[in-house]
């Protein structure tokens, strides 16, 4: 007759922790989509993450589009795409046809709940070069045209790279969506720090570029 052995299997604190996890995973509430108001690209998310759980969201995209999402306010907040990438606070990747999950949580589990916002934007490239990541206005709270000074783009290396980078906001961790040249005029409308919110072109398209390439136009 064959004897059976009692087996005793110690978990350490990171398996339980990963069973424990996972376990909130599978018995999340059902997840919310993700809506674009008509005629936009992008879409700001707001919720609370859970000190012990997940928030689930769809994401429904079309073919050969680019998603972009991002946690823009949230301490210790990270979103995980099924299938695509986990813990992240930053992520684009290229769309397929289908509907994508993103669930929300907090990177180290705390004893409170954390509030969060994410940008997310879908879209094709064109479309989403233009959207900038910290938006400003060019018109004063009072619905009255903002102050805006004209300068002109000056002093590139013509040796160089020869154009002055334009960003989705005021850094160099930000997309770059656009440059400008030497001689080119733009309006000035905004500033954090040593970089500026721009409008040029003839078609009025925005961006920041740092101050330094800048002359100030008088008048």
Same mark, same amino acid.
Request: glycine share 10%; aromatic share 10%; hydrophobic share 40%.
């Given at each position: 007759?064959?004897?059976m052995?009692?087996?005793?299997?110690?978990?350490?604190?990171?398996?339980?922790?990963?069973i424990?996890?996972?376990k909130f $995973?599978?018995?999340q509430?059902?997840?919310i989509?993700?809506?674009?108001?008509?005629? &936009?690209s $992008?879409?700001?998310?707001?919720?609370? +993450?859970?000190?012990?759980?997940?928030?689930?969201?769809?994401?429904?995209?079309?073919?050969?589009?680019?998603?972009?999402?991002?946690?823009?306010?949230?301490?210790?907040? *990270?979103?995980s795409?099924?299938?695509?990438?986990?813990?992240?606070?930053r992520?684009?990747?290229?769309?397929?046809?289908?509907?994508y999950?993103?669930?929300?949580?907090?990177?180290?589990?705390? *004893?409170?709940?954390?509030?969060?916002?994410?940008?997310?934007?879908?879209?094709?490239?064109?479309?989403l070069?233009?959207?900038?990541?910290?938006?400003?206005?060019?018109?004063?709270?009072?619905?009255?045209?903002?102050?805006?000074? $004209?300068s002109? *783009?000056?002093?590139?290396?013509?040796n160089?790279?020869g154009?002055?980078a334009?960003? $989705?906001g005021p850094?160099? &961790?930000y997309r770059?969506?656009?440059?400008?040249y030497?001689?080119?005029?733009v309006?000035?409308?905004? +500033?954090?720090g040593?970089? *500026?919110?721009?409008?040029?072109g003839?078609?009025?398209?925005?961006?920041?570029? #740092?101050?330094?390439?800048?002359? #100030?136009?008088?008048?």
């Amino acid at each position: 007759m064959s004897r059976m052995i009692p087996i005793t299997v110690k978990f350490t604190g990171l398996a339980l922790a990963f069973i424990f996890i996972s376990k909130f $995973s599978e018995a999340q509430e059902p997840c919310i989509p993700i809506n674009f108001t008509s005629g &936009e690209s $992008s879409a700001i998310v707001k919720g609370i +993450a859970p000190a012990e759980s997940i928030i689930c969201y769809t994401l429904k995209t079309g073919a050969n589009q680019t998603a972009s999402i991002e946690v823009t306010d949230g301490i210790n907040i *990270v979103f995980s795409i099924r299938g695509i990438v986990d813990a992240q606070d930053r992520y684009s990747f290229r769309t397929e046809a289908t509907t994508y999950e993103l669930r929300v949580s907090q990177l180290m589990r705390s *004893v409170k709940d954390e509030p969060f916002v994410l940008a997310v934007r879908v879209g094709s490239d064109s479309a989403l070069a233009q959207v900038l990541d910290v938006p400003f206005a060019e018109t004063g709270g009072d619905g009255q045209a903002a102050w805006c000074g $004209s300068s002109i *783009v000056s002093g590139l290396d013509p040796n160089g790279n020869g154009f002055l980078a334009v960003r $989705s906001g005021p850094g160099t &961790e930000y997309r770059k969506i656009d440059q400008v040249y030497n001689g080119d005029t733009v309006s000035t409308c905004d +500033a954090r720090g040593s970089w *500026v919110a721009i409008v040029y072109g003839p078609s009025k398209k925005k961006g920041w570029v #740092h101050s330094r390439w800048l002359k #100030h136009v008088a008048g």
